[in-house]
């Protein structure tokens, strides 16, 4: 089994999904990716979750990311999955699902829970960006949904931060004022930063979110 960290290259792979064969990294493209893990088909938090996915597309299009979930049931078990989600969540599930019987893909991005199951699959998120390496990695326990608008508010600080010598502090949401890199002067920052910074301590400094570039 893998032992990923963040920076790693996020392993590639083939695999049978609900929308037929798919190559991982000719699927992300040149984009963003999200790749997150269910227990299995037919449970509920993963049902709400699903659904929940599907209704936030356009969030994550607007930000140039595509969404792949993953379970260890068949394809035509997630086909059937689907339609419980769309009927139950009001939405139609827009993306693939991974069908993992193998356990190839949970093994190489650590997603079996042996101390549960050696089959079973914890609710696992990864945030991949365009060069293919893992810049977030959480790991949910079964009985906990996950929040999708906190993975929609960590790719919008990535994709500033990947640009821009910034970071962004606690509960930040986009437009927010964001925090100027130690590593950047005062002078610098004058010239990076027209929108003008505070200085807190020397240390500190906020600055108005940078435009996008």
Not at 40 to 60: H, I, Q, R
Not at 71 to 90: G, L, P, R
Request: net charge negative; proline share 6%.
């Amino acid at each position: 089994m893998s032992c990923l960290k963040l920076g790693d290259k996020a392993p590639d792979f083939d695999a049978e999904t609900s929308e037929g064969k798919i190559n991982f990294y000719d699927y992300l493209g040149d984009g963003w990716g999200v790749l997150f893990s269910h227990p299995a088909d037919f449970t509920p938090v993963c049902t709400t979750e699903l659904g929940a996915v599907a209704k936030y597309k356009d969030e994550f299009a607007k930000r140039n990311t595509k969404v792949m979930a993953l379970s260890v049931d068949d394809a035509e078990s997630h086909k059937k999955w689907i339609k419980d989600i769309n009927e139950t969540q009001n939405t139609q599930v827009n993306f693939p699902i991974i069908a993992d019987e193998d356990r190839k893909v949970s093994e190489l991005y650590d997603m079996l829970h042996p101390k549960v199951d050696d089959t079973f699959t914890v609710r696992s998120v990864y945030v991949i960006g365009p060069d293919k390496t893992i810049k977030l990695m959480i790991t949910y326990p079964a009985s906990t949904g996950r929040n999708f608008e906190e993975l929609l508010r960590v790719i919008d600080s990535l994709q500033l931060t990947a640009y821009q010598k910034v970071a962004t502090p606690a509960d930040w949401k986009k437009g927010e004022d964001v925090v100027i890199s130690p590593s950047v002067s005062n002078e610098e920052a004058k010239k990076m930063f027209p929108k003008g910074f505070k200085e807190i301590r020397p240390y500190l400094r906020m600055t108005p979110q940078p435009d996008s570039k």
